[in-house]
């Protein structure tokens, strides 16, 4: 088989699993546990830290609501001038927070000066619920600007727990806003005393992610952009003497994230990167880690300085306030060995206190290799043990990165799956015509892959011969990550054993340079689910595909608005010309 730049291979097997009830234990397996400082690993009667998540969810009857307005605001977040797209007038947007068990609704409205908008909710699983999962031109169109029925409720349960984020899932429009953390609560492996709660990193543009698109994206080299900076929690510093020029829009009014320990109390930190072209290594200057998570995965806890977060991961770690009271630098370092191009790499830091003091730290780094490298998967051992059945059937896909026409208008590269661009159309997505027409042919161009088997395997061996590594980010389930490494994968037979047994487990997995990913995920979750890499600008030009799962039992819950929604969006787009997802 012929490779040029990245090879999927989809096995799917007949291997059956239970169903995923979401329901209690029966009464005779009830157990008293409480959640408090000294027992993190407690949550309630019948769930703690060893329940399975997968098979057996808490159904707390609360439903936790949420209305949020989608607006252009003039921010000067690291003290450089421009618009961004806030949600409730804030970047980054208000924190989601809910326990393990609850319903979650939110109400989401337009009203950007332009385009529509949608949010996906970074790793929930959406069982039962894949309307809501977010993916403009998969489960739904973009929700249109102040038009009768622009607005739409997301309702999902919230069966997982831990740190993630949501993000517009609508073209480049997660590099301007629209971004925000989302909590649910529930135990924890190791005990902590206080929750000082997300953490999120992301590289930063002083120009529109449109505008930086047509600029560079086009240009004859193809690359990305350079950003510009760097932001914790929506905060830094941009010194305007770098612009070399007056500029009135850099008014060096810029300030630094900044926290509180207090001393002798394990603080717990959850730390996501939401950038868009960014791989971190986040540490905190004289102070050890414990790493407690991974995405929403609880995991054996293990000790760590420095740990390597890239685009989409989430890791909650514990951290003991132990060192003599000072000031302590909190440090995001982009990984230029990723391609990460960033002009203030040493820069995009926040601020640790144990008192008032406003002082600038003058506390030391840990040592920070420049490496686009994943945490140690032996340190990442999942808590909740579950193994891999054997995949009996395969399909080949390759994807290629080609030079395209521009013409002004496309990007001077694009990425295609067996020749196809992925375009799908936002005013048709792929939920729609499966809901109401289960055998239906899904065009070529979306890029599908279809999953029958009930309860069975699909294995998806992922392979690059390009020098960077990239995130892969699969929506509707997390997936296991059986191996990686340098060099081809060229057949299941020939290579060594797969880790099977309680491999780690997530939802955003780093393929290695000139290398291979290979991943595996249940049957179990009926919908259309994109797969692409979690780099704004790759999937802007083509990088994804989307699998079809059981497309005779996918459901949509109120068809009915999910579709008013669609034809706001028909006639917005019609009229306005809205760029496309």
């Not at 030079?403 to 990007?411: E, I, N, R, Y």
């Not at 979690?534 to 949509?556: D, F, N, P, T, Y």
Request: with cysteine.
């Amino acid at each position: 088989m012929i490779l040029t730049n990245i090879l999927l291979l989809i096995a799917i097997s007949s291997i059956s699993v239970s169903a995923i009830p979401v329901s209690e234990p029966a009464l005779d397996e009830q157990q008293t546990c409480t959640n408090t400082a000294d027992s993190r690993n407690c949550w309630s009667s019948w769930f703690d830290i060893n329940t399975n998540y997968y098979s057996n969810a808490p159904e707390t009857g609360r439903t936790v609501e949420y209305k949020w307005r989608i607006t252009n605001q003039t921010m000067a977040l690291d003290g450089y001038e421009r618009v961004v797209l806030a949600v409730n007038g804030q970047y980054p947007g208000p924190t989601l927070e809910a326990n393990w068990g609850d319903t979650i609704m939110v109400h989401v409205t337009n009203e950007l000066k332009s385009n529509g908008t949608g949010i996906h909710w970074h790793g929930a699983r959406m069982l039962g619920t894949p309307e809501a999962d977010g993916a403009i031109g998969v489960t739904q169109c973009p929700i249109a600007v102040i038009k009768p029925h622009s607005r739409i409720p997301f309702l999902w349960h919230a069966t997982q727990y831990g740190t993630s984020w949501r993000h517009s899932h609508f073209s480049l429009q997660c590099s301007d806003g629209v971004v925000g953390p989302i909590v649910i609560h529930g135990p924890t492996s190791a005990n902590w005393d206080i929750d000082l709660g997300p953490i999120l990193l992301t590289d930063w543009f002083h120009k529109p992610a449109f505008e930086l698109a047509n600029e560079v994206i086009q240009a004859s080299t193809g690359l990305p952009p350079t950003a510009d900076n760097g932001l914790i929690n929506g905060k830094n510093k941009y010194d305007c003497v770098n612009l070399g020029s007056p500029d009135p829009k850099c008014k060096n009014s810029g300030t630094r994230y900044e926290t509180n320990f207090q001393a002798g109390k394990k603080h717990l930190l959850r730390i996501v990167n939401t950038g868009t072209d960014v791989m971190f290594k986040f540490s905190i200057d004289g102070h050890k880690m414990k790493v407690v998570s991974m995405d929403w995965v609880p995991i054996e806890p293990y000790e760590a300085e420095v740990i390597f977060v890239a685009i989409g991961q989430r890791y909650d770690v514990i951290v003991e306030a132990n060192a003599d009271p000072d000031d302590f630098w909190m440090r995001a370092v982009p990984q230029l060995s990723c391609f990460t191009m960033n002009s203030q790499q040493y820069n995009i830091r926040g601020i640790v206190r144990y008192d008032s003091s406003t002082l600038d730290p003058t506390s030391s780094s840990w040592s920070i290799t420049d490496q686009c490298e994943e945490e140690e998967e032996d340190n990442l051992v999942p808590i909740v043990k579950d193994n891999v059945g054997s995949a009996n059937s395969e399909e080949d896909f390759q994807l290629s990165l080609s030079p395209a026409s521009t013409g002004g208008k496309l990007p001077a590269f694009q990425w295609t799956v067996n020749n196809n661009h992925y375009n799908p159309n936002t005013s048709a997505p792929t939920m729609m015509p499966i809901n109401s027409y289960g055998g239906v042919t899904i065009p070529e161009p979306y890029s599908p892959t279809e999953v029958t088997a009930i309860d069975g395997w699909t294995y998806f061996i992922i392979q690059s011969l390009l020098t960077i590594g990239y995130p892969f980010h699969l929506h509707g389930h997390d997936f296991y990550v059986l191996g990686k490494g340098i060099g081809i994968y060229k057949d299941i037979s020939l290579h060594p054993k797969l880790h099977l047994k309680n491999p780690v487990r997530r939802d955003v997995a780093l393929l290695p340079a000139l290398g291979y990913l290979v991943i595996a995920f249940k049957n179990d979750n009926p919908g259309a689910w994109s797969m692409h890499r979690h780099i704004a600008w790759h999937l802007h030009m083509g990088l994804a595909i989307q699998v079809i799962e059981r497309k005779g039992e996918v459901s949509v819950n109120r068809p009915e608005e999910v579709q008013a929604v669609c034809n706001a969006w028909k006639a917005y787009d019609k009229s306005n010309g809205a760029d496309r997802a």
